[in-house]
């Protein structure tokens, strides 16, 4: 299980990240959502920019780091 907790992030770019960490591709997001893959890549391209990183690895290590979000066995 993955959880999210407190950032700076909108509750938005949250939701995105959160879904990331469970393994979602934008897609999945997108239809979980109920947004289009447009709007998945614009999120992340802001939370890339916003938390200074370049690619997906980077962004979870930084959540994980943050204590954005964490992984629990349950």
């Given at each position: 299980k993955v959880s999210l907790k407190r950032g700076t992030l909108t509750s938005r770019e949250k939701e995105i990240v959160l879904l990331c960490a469970k393994g979602k591709r934008a897609v999945e997001i997108a239809d979980c959502?109920?947004?289009?893959?447009?709007?998945?890549?614009?999120?992340?391209?802001?939370?890339?920019?916003?938390?200074?990183?370049?690619?997906m690895a980077e962004m979870l290590r930084y959540a994980y780091k943050n204590r954005l979000i964490s992984f629990n066995d349950d």
């Open positions: 959502l109920d947004i289009s893959m447009r709007t998945v890549e614009a999120h992340k391209t802001n939370i890339f920019k916003k938390i200074h990183v370049h690619n």
